[in-house]
């Protein structure tokens, strides 16, 4: 643990050092400095969740915002669970945030929708465009114009608890699907009272793993226009056997199909779960719930079909800045100390997500202790995003991919279900 | 009758009392704009916040307005597009239909029958345990909708709920082996219990306060004819208690049918689990997730259709003009 | 006594101890949920395995819920104190005058309750939107007081109609103007009629969900509701605090409801039927 975070602070400490580079040459430039901000105040919407000590970090954003600016920042954590809804509702509404964390997959959409302002020549001018992961960055970009600042990234993997693993004899990596089942029958038959490798119906993350990990594709871009795939014969192989180790293999438990990963990470903390597949950065919200408990955290990659590492969904946020504020100048000195510097290290240190620059991605992967080598491996050779097109979060806002694999798990035919996925999400990507 | 009232300003004012048979103009100008002045506050709300958004709805189901519409400030017409796609898709027939008319109905029909039944057991009890019992029913209504959602909820949550644990001591099944939020009918078996659990002590106690209206004489002449207990409920209870029951059953039909937050809380229900969908939940998913307020209000119009045709027709059925 | 009444006494006795129960016992799960250290692997027992606060404090402490009670109390105030008044008006004018259109006007009261709120999000919401009522207290309370409208006329109707014609006449004889006698003959008379309204009010604005979930984006402008399903959606598997929130925002409501429920009964047969 404390190797880790002295890892972790080190190459956050490489990208601090880039971003302050960055931030010199741009006051080098000459621009008057810091926009004066006194008697004003920014709203700023985190997301919830992330940082397990996210107050104290608010907390010192805040002081630290008013001191340079002497604006006040108003900071408001939003949950998760019906965060599109809310941005979408915000938006329509006018009564969004100046600021806000957007997730990488509604980027595109609400960029489109109008709601999101254009940053490119702000970044520009302030010199931040290199070096940024480019995950992040092709998340944060339509048709050429960056939409929000790269904050942080992170990927799943799977997460288990030594002592359970131990126990039942299963401590190997697993190279292939066939590895991943002979090690989720050996503990269901171990003790049959855990809940050997629980399936979430309604994360989805932890399934398209399975889906592009057995060559299958969420929707193919067919030179601008997309049309779905999720009902092809290699998607549709990948989806069964994920959903058959609950259906069949008594890998889950029937209630897990309405859970969303905080659920299963509830169930992993009572230590009923011996193995789960969940983020990067939830390592962190452990050791905050029950220490005891992430010392003795390991973590494998999830498999593809024939080999260690299948793709797994590279996520994070961007800061964006939304089209109604009326202090865009103010707003973007925000994104700037949240994105570089001190308040980017300390957010990558406390939540062990990957930091938004690609050099600091690299030192952690080399000087990363166990955990952290894992989930960095899976993201580096692994990393893949959801369709970058407007359509996806409005894919995402009628829970077409929840609702396959639920039902799926409820015991819908896979290809059926599958096909109505896949004509839900045409009519999406035609109108 | 009102001297205090200033005189009329009319020429005629200063002869009026002694005209009596003739109201001069300006009050009975004054009588017939009264109630409308008293009316004026309320009318005037309930057009502004009822009545224009109505029409705007109507107007917005005939538009192809989406979030960048509305942040553009633009507006769509494509006639009646929006209603061809909704009444022709399978989904509103084979699913959210079925859904929002079957669980009402069952609902109605079930919370009146509880309701009665509790009435009329309450109206049996001696005084001292009919309040008490009242209060306790009292109870059961006050609980608010959302929070009653969240306890029944709890009481059948698949993994450590109460039912669960109940039927897991009995040896029935196990915890987690079935999830009751992901299957139709087993969703709305809760939802069920919980709206019927909120709704019949309405019933019941509105009930009770017309049976012991219903004179004593008129039970004992028909138990002089020799009239079972049932056949005095059937010809001397329900007629007496025709307009009562005739509110109860349009208060509550209008209730269930727009039962959204038993719905939108439970898991699933906020449109992951398509299969548990009803025509409220639809609207609101449309507008607020999706960002299609045009398709959204479309359904949101079938609903309130859907309301009106069946309140005219217990309004024509169940009241006399008179009784209004 | 004969064994037949005797049977019936016990049924009797069996029948109020079931519905005493029944009524009960999702709020007795609620409380003993609350209070349980363990709720998640309390299972079927029916005493909570223990006794804490912890949950209470958890939701009142560090989740500061009791902002979301501040803002729901002065959102609901004021739909009472609002709707009220403008109810009453309306109630006078269609129970004690004849007039063209009073068939109609009370039938458009009845059909408006018809309306799915659901159906006004839309367009309540873009009117919102334009008047910059969103985010804001005073928009909530108007539209609150416009759903809680239709009934409190509806239900006022009965006890205004109630008050004997003869009393007001007699007002007018001691020279009262109609302002004089509305307040000294009327209003005391329909008071009770009053109450059990603002009751109904009072829980229309505390326990509305849809719009308060759409119009307030800021959290600092939760209400009761909106702060219960983001407090759910955050801890979810917390049962203990979930149920220890869900008593926070129950109880209030449940006193009220049985402090004035003799006023409520009567008042809801009073609207029900012809004053």
Known sequence: MIARRKVLAAGAAGSAALALAACSGDSGGGDGGVVDGSGKTITMWLMEGTNASADTYIEELKAAFTEATGATLDVQVQPWDGAHDKFVTAMAGGTGPDVAEVGTTWVPEFADAGGLDDLTEDIDAAGLAEGMVEGLVEAGTLDGVMYGMPWYAGVRSILGNKDLLDEAGVTTQPESWDDLLTMITTLKEHNPDWIPFPIPGASIFAATPFIWGAGGEIASDDGGSWSAAINAPEAVEGLSWYTDLALKHGSSTAAANTWVETDVLAEFLQEKVPMFITGSWVPATIAQDNPELAEKLVAFTIPAKDSAVAPSFLGGSLMCRFLETEEPELSFELIKLVTTGDFATRWAEETNYFPGTTEAMEEIVEAGDELTKVFATQMLEGGKSVPVTPAWGKIEGAKTMNTLVSSVLGGADVQEAADTAAAEMDEIFGG | MTQLDSPPRSPTGGAAPLERRTVPLGRRLRRASMPWLLLAPALLVLAVLLLWPMLRVLNLSLQDFELRNLLRGESNYIGLDNYVQVLTDPFLWKTVLPNTVGFALVCVVLTMIVGTVVAVFLNSLGTAWRSISTTAIMVAWAVPALTGTYIFVWLFDPQSGLVISTLDGLGVMEPGSFNWFTNRWTFYAIATINVVYHGFPFIAVTMLAGLMTVPKELYEAAAMDGATAWSRFWNVTVPALRPIIAVCVILSTIWDFKVFVQIYLMPGGDGSTREVMNLGVWSYTQSFAQGEYGMGSTIAVLLTALLLVISVIYLRVLMKEDEL | ?275
């Not at chain 3, 000294?184 to 505390?206: D, E, K, Y």
């Not at chain 3, 959290?219 to 598997?237: D, E, H, I, P, W």
């Open chain 3, 1 to 275: 006594m004969n064994p037949r009444t005797r049977a019936g006494t016990a049924g009797r006795a069996i029948g109020v101890v079931v519905l005493i129960s029944l009524s009960l016992f999702p709020c007795y799960w609620m409380i003993s949920t609350a209070v349980d250290p363990s709720p998640l692997s309390r299972g079927a027992s029916l005493l909570p395995s223990g006794f804490t606060l912890d949950h209470f404090r958890h939701v009142l402490v560090d989740a500061g819920f009791l902002r979301y009670v501040r803002i729901s109390v002065i959102v609901s105030v004021g739909t009472v104190v609002l709707s009220a008044i403008v109810a009453l008006l309306a109630a006078v004018a269609v129970a004690r005058f004849r007039f063209r259109l009073r068939t109609q006007v009370l039938v458009m009261v009845l059909m408006v309750q018809m309306v799915p709120l659901e159906a006004l999000v839309i367009p309540l919401f873009l009117q919102a939107r334009n008047l910059s009522m969103l985010n804001s207290l005073l928009g909530l309370v108007i539209v609150y007081l416009s759903f809680s409208l239709p009934f409190a006329i509806w239900n006022l109707r009965g006890f205004v109609a109630a008050v004997p014609k003869e009393l007001e006449e007699a007002a007018y004889m001691d020279g009262a103007t109609w302002l004089r006698m509305f307040r000294s003959v009327l209003l005391p008379l329909v008071a009770p009629g009053l109450v059990a309204t603002s009751v109904f009010s009072f829980i229309t604005a505390w326990n509305e969900f849809i719009f308060a979930l759409t119009f307030m984006q800021d959290s600092s402008k939760y209400t009761v509701g909106v702060g219960l399903r983001t407090f759910f959606t955050q801890n979810s598997a917390d049962w203990g605090s979930v149920m220890a929130a869900s008593t926070v925002i129950t109880l209030p409501v449940v006193i009220f409801f049985v402090l004035v429920q003799r006023n409520l009964a009567s008042g809801l047969t009073a609207g029900a039927v012809k004053g």
